[in-house]
């Protein structure tokens, strides 16, 4: 969806998340979207014995990075969930389940203890590398030294910095301690995959070993053959400690353009899309392919008009919120995605335990719109166009070049905000030039795109919302659109330090309030993609908190 | 001969390294870069982000970059992908093949039919067909080419089903027919352009010959008309003709960029659209050092054809 | 617009007679039926694109979502209309006059740099010659599409700065034409004669040498604007084109291709435009080249 059909060539425009933390009731939205095993009708036959057949995943992005460790977009993990293990995974309800820990720490296991400082984790026993050699903690620690290693290209240190004095105390139990407490860390590592340390510590460079072009995990697949450009293929690991691997080899077949991915599910070429979907024009005729099933698939991405705060009109929250009184979102929704994404008023997915249902709603009132920029004395002038203190109400909304759809999107607001004296501008950009210094140095007046606010997982949003956050001023942090509030900073303050799941939900739901009070990010809707798949394909399983609905692939199979 | 040889290669060589001053140049100095893609999804942190590119040497002023690239260049070294951690050199090597396997199968295409309509043409000069075939080649080289091949996913795979949208092959079905079949309809569309410029350089190539004395001596002998054409005029006329196949390596290249976008065939084009995006330099300054050394080899060799063909033509200027 | 054969041009071609406005030349580009009929298509749809939009009921950017996805001929929309339910006649018409301006800016742009350039080197040739011809060199060595896109990420896209990318791309033709020529004519004796009085370089170059040279320039200048006209459409295909909601004849193709199933008319009318603007410049420049240069006629 954020990168519709067109020839664009294509960055991830903002990636799709779909993560989510800790759920404790989205099973209810997923049985409620007819979607999961149990949603099949009929019991499934049960798995081959051995490893069978071949699936081919179609995906609109090549994966290019094999190293989890290292720089990649969203669809490179389907790569690396497949070939790599975390020491826990997040279930489509969001319950962690230990994968290659033996349990998940937590305060009432003594896992975690002194408030969030001291952690200890105890790791299943048998688990074997592709290879052979055994797993064993010294992977766990050379993996958790090797992100914060000075020279070594890691994707991302957050929550990883903090931790000191990782000491191995049995083959297969470690412990460290933190700078301080940090809730988040539990969903980070959960999308942190561990690596061999056998291997990488033979490489001189690791940023370079052979290992990054031909990685070598835990997981239910080894790595197989690849064709740049074309398909990589995964080839099933026999010896796996969980379930499965029921299918001999997976394929992932790089078809770079939506379109032409759709027409080769349609005739059967790739036996399922996942990650970018199918485009939502499609939608209507894909639920009516015969042999195929499509699905809206819950996502935690979401779709936000990110106003740049600095911006002499865009600063001013009268004005904010007259522009979100007039976007009409369900006519956006309705036409241009032709009913597909969910409205939302939050900067968190609605399947988020710590979700606010009850913020107020949005709706289209261009009167009230124009009674607000009245109040505050924003004037119409000769041109029709607003003015307040010489400062004209203009202002330029981007989005990624060759995103029809968004600019769909686009041509209606613009037509909207036309009508109450406001003027708005078109500036769209190649993918690699607007998320260059232009947003992460809020070079932008305003940014139609879709991301997410959390951390992994985790509902925490202090590096998007925190003051301490702005790339432009402190040359750290992800809160482009430069919001500073007191308020908030306390709260995800107070949210991090905090690890009983009420009185951080408690804590959420009140940022949830304010944010949705002073508009710093002006949210219009959750992502619904859509996702489809061969009929006869048993475990398909879309999960709201993985990163790819490949996340269990290793149980799949054909039915005969 | 040698001398002529050196000298060229002296120039060809002068000339990448223009060629690599201004891609280099144009590529660093366009805002964005490979930190982009990471920027987008809102997980990395500025510093994570400041971290890498500076571990990429990105920060350092470009001369400095530029010598530290050309000097790599120089030992050999095209460097390594920011995307893939792969080497360059080996990234458009297992590209070049799909790219070389699409110019080469049209580009045959192309000359049979360019030259049958060219040789067509001259014979009966100035007949319907001839001014059909003239008109044709025209509008062919007015069609933009990606629409072409809109136009033929739209008539033969949407509405006839009888050729694939796209792909090299049927995944788990690398059969050669499949392969085959795949081929057609990108083959027709990158052929489009050099079936036309074929058959006008065939017609008036012919037509050139046609006139030369030889000829008219030996009609006047009484040779018959058809011998004298496929002996003698076409033999004279396909030297040169080969010249132009070197000339029109640029035109192909192109041609094959926007032919693999449509039909998602996974050749250099692919990967240098690609390339541009996630601004991933050294494979893009790979790619367009690479095609460079194609196109300067392209027209060498027409030279070397054309000074084999006709010694007459001076090898100077130029 | 890889399809435009240059390379017929590229050969110096002899002076024609002066004053050839008024004689044999038009009279042969008149005998051209094809270059006729192309210079009526463009005359005709200069006009169209100017004034037709003041004659529809609809503006480019109007939205009547109502009325999305209209076929061609089937109500009041007469060519149909686009997922927004705009006017597809209305935005052809206006994306006409973009892509035309586009066509003939770039031209004039990419026609001056390619003769200050050829001309000067053609004229001193020597060292700076030399150097400027190696630079031509090195710009044609990368296939157009590719120094197209290159450069494509050093802009933001608007419609002056496609104008400088798509004239920034096409200039090495032109000055490579006007060198060859420049470089032959100035050992002719009319040249060598207003050398002999004492005229300064300058206005030799411009005052005897350009006009003389003139055939050929004309020749390239209208295959440079349906080059231009199709470079415009591929930058807009593969995303680096002019942004909407400014309609443009090559970015009305963009997402064409995902209706390709549902709404085929959107890309059929668009490309239509496209080729039936580009056959008839190239028609034009054919006919102009056989009138100017009787020598290559028949070819």
């Known amino acids: 969806m954020n990168k519709p059909s067109t020839k664009t060539p294509g960055l991830a425009l903002p990636a799709l998340h779909r993560r989510e933390v800790l759920a404790l009731g989205a099973g209810g939205i997923l049985a409620a979207s007819g979607l999961g095993a149990r949603a099949q009708g009929k019991a499934p036959p049960p798995p081959p014995a051995k490893p069978s057949g071949q699936v081919v995943v179609g995906l609109s992005q090549e994966p290019t990075a094999f190293n989890p460790l290292m720089p990649g977009i969203e669809v490179d993990e389907t790569v690396w969930m497949q070939v790599f293990n975390t020491m826990w995974l997040a279930q489509p309800d969001g319950s962690l389940v230990p994968d290659l820990a033996a349990e998940v720490p937590s305060e009432a296991n003594g896992g975690i203890s002194e408030g969030g400082l001291a952690w200890k984790v105890k790791l299943r026993e048998g688990i074997t590398w592709h290879d052979g050699a055994p797993f064993t903690a010294e992977d766990v620690k050379y993996t958790l030294e090797l992100i914060n290693a000075p020279g070594f290209k890691a994707r ?53 070993a052979p290992f ?43 078809v770079p353009d939506q379109t032409a991915l759709y027409a080769q599910f349609r005739t059967g070429q790739v036996d399922l899309i996942i990650g970018t979907g199918i485009p939502a024009n499609f939608y209507a005729e894909a639920v009516k392919l015969p042999g195929r099933k499509v699905v809206k698939i819950p996502s935690a991405s979401l779709e936000v008009l990110m106003p740049n705060l600095e911006h002499p009109a865009l600063s001013d929250k009268a004005v904010r919120k007259a522009l979100y009184a007039s976007i009409n979102k369900q006519a956006i929704i309705d036409i241009v995605f032709y009913g597909l994404h969910i409205p939302t008023e939050s900067f968190m997915p609605q399947e988020s335990w710590a979700y606010d249902p009850s913020l107020p709603k949005q709706s289209y009132d261009p009167a009230l719109a124009g009674k607000i920029l009245d109040d505050a004395g924003w004037k119409r002038s000769g041109s029709g166009v607003r003015m307040k203190n010489g400062v004209p109400l203009e202002f330029a909304v981007s989005t990624t070049t060759g995103a029809a759809l968004r600019e769909q999107c686009q041509q209606l607001m613009q037509q909207d905000w036309q009508q109450i ?45 925190g003051s301490d956050a702005i790339p432009a001023k402190s040359g750290n942090g992800a809160n482009q659109m430069q919001w500073q509030n007191a308020e908030a900073d306390a709260l995800m303050k107070q949210g991090q330090e905090t690890f009983d799941p009420e009185k951080r939900k408690a804590i959420y739901q009140k940022l949830q309030v304010l944010v949705r009070e002073e508009l710093p990010i002006l949210p219009i809707y959750q992502y619904a993609p859509v996702e489809g798949y061969k009929e006869g394909l048993i475990g398909y399983l879309p999960n709201i908190n993985a990163r790819q609905n490949t996340w269990n692939m290793g149980q799949w199979y054909w039915a005969k | 001969m040698i001398a002529f040889l050196l000298r060229r290669l002296g120039q060809s060589l002068l000339l990448l390294l223009i060629v690599s001053v ?230 192909l290249l192109s041609g094959a960029l926007v032919t693999e976008t449509v039909f998602t065939w996974p050749g250099m084009g692919r990967l240098f659209l690609d390339s541009i995006s996630y601004r991933d330099y050294p494979v893009v300054m790979g790619i367009l050092m690479f095609t460079a050394v194609l196109v300067l080899m392209g027209s060498l060799l027409a030279d070397l054809l054309y000074g084999v063909a006709d010694p007459r033509i001076s090898r100077s200027g130029r | 617009m890889s399809g435009v054969p240059f390379t017929s041009t590229a050969e110096p071609a002899l002076p024609p007679a002066p004053g050839f406005w008024n004689s044999p030349g038009l009279r042969r580009f008149r005998r051209h039926r094809l270059a006729v009929f192309g210079a009526a298509t463009i005359v005709f749809l200069t006009l169209a694109c100017i004034v037709g939009p003041w004659l529809l009921p609809y503006t480019d950017t109007f939205i009547d979502i109502r009325n999305r996805f209209a076929p061609p001929f089937s109500g009041p929309h007469v060519l149909g209309t686009d997922p927004l339910g705009r006017d597809i006649l209305a935005r052809l018409l206006m994306a006409g006059r973009i892509s035309l301006a586009v066509g003939f800016s770039a031209m004039a742009i990419a026609m001056a740099i390619g003769i200050v350039v050829g001309m000067v080197a053609g004229f001193y040739e020597g060292a700076l010659g030399a150097a400027l011809m190696r630079f031509v060199d090195a710009m044609l060595c990368f296939p157009s599409i590719f120094l197209l896109l290159a ?49 300064s370089n300058r206005r030799i170059m411009i005052r005897e040498l350009l006009p003389n040279a003139i055939a050929p320039i004309v020749v390239a200048a209208t295959l440079n604007v349906a080059h231009a006209i199709l470079a415009e459409s591929y930058i807009s295909f593969l995303g680096f084109g002019i942004q909407p909601p400014t309609p443009s004849w090559g970015n009305m193709l963009e997402s064409a291709q995902s209706y390709l199933t549902s709404a085929p008319w959107l890309a059929i009318i668009p490309g239509a435009a496209i080729t039936l603007a580009v056959t008839s410049f190239n028609f034009i420049g054919d006919g102009l080249r056989d009138a100017l240069d009787p020598r290559m006629e028949g070819q």
């Open chain 1, 212 to 254: 990054n072009g031909a990685p070598v995990g835990t997981g239910p697949f080894k790595w197989g053959t690849r064709t740049p450009g074309d398909n990589i293929q995964l080839v099933a690991n026999e010896k796996y400690h969980g379930k499965g691997p029921y299918l001999e080899k997976a394929v992932l077949k790089y």
């Open chain 2, 22 to 251: 201004i891609g280099f140049a144009i590529l660093h100095l366009a805002p964005g870069g490979p930190m982009s893609q990471f920027a987008a999804g809102g997980d990395m942190t500025q510093a994570d982000l400041d971290r890498i590119a500076e571990q990429l040497g990105l920060n350092r002023p470009l001369p400095v970059q530029y010598v530290e690239w050309l000097w790599r260049m120089l030992s050999g070294d095209w460097g390594v992908s920011y995307r893939d951690q792969q080497p360059v050199l080996h990234i458009i090597a297992s590209h070049i093949g799909a790219t070389l396997e699409l110019m080469l199968t049209s580009t045959l295409l192309a000359m049979l039919i360019g030259a049958w309509v060219g040789i067509l043409g001259a014979i009966r000069r100035y007949s319907l067909f001839d001014s059909l075939a003239t008109v044709g080649a025209m509008i062919a080289l007015s069609i933009p080419t990606f629409w072409f091949g809109l136009v033929v996913i739209y008539v033969f795979s949407v509405g006839l089903g009888w050729l694939p949208s796209g792909n090299r092959y049927t995944m788990g079905d690398g059969s050669f027919l499949n392969q085959v079949h795949h081929l057609i309809g990108p083959c027709i569309v990158l052929a489009l352009v050099s079936t036309a410029v074929w058959s006008r350089y065939m017609r008036s190539s012919m037509l050139e010959v046609v006139n030369q004395d030889y000829i008219r001596t030996a009609r006047a002998k009484g040779v018959p008309e058809r011998q004298i054409l496929m002996r003698h005029a076409l033999r004279n006329a396909l030297l040169p003709m080969i010249t132009i196949t070197g000339l029109h390596v640029p035109t």
């Open chain 1, 421 to 465: 004296g406001i003027k708005m501008a078109i500036n769209n950009m190649p993918a690699a030039v607007i998320w260059g210094e232009f947003y992460t140095r809020s070079k932008f007046q305003s940014l139609l795109v879709g991301t997410a606010f959390r951390t992994v997982i985790d509902p925490d949003p202090a590096h998007r919302f």
């Open chain 3, 151 to 199: 450069i494509s990420a050093l802009i933001s896209p608007s419609v002056p700065s496609i104008i400088l990318l798509i004239a920034m791309t096409s200039w090495m033709e032109v000055a490579r034409v006007v060198e060859a020529q420049i470089r032959s004519l100035k050992t002719r004796e009319f040249a060598q004669a207003a050398v002999s009085f004492g005229a």
């Open chain 1, 156 to 208: 991302t240190r957050v929550g990883h910095s903090l931790v000191k004095d990782i000491k191995v105390t049995g083959p297969l139990e470690i412990s460290w301690r933190m700078e301080k407490a940090y809730a988040p860390y539990l969903a980070l590592l959960s999308n942190t995959f561990i690596v061999p340390k056998h291997l990488l510590e033979k490489a001189a460079d690791p940023n370079t």
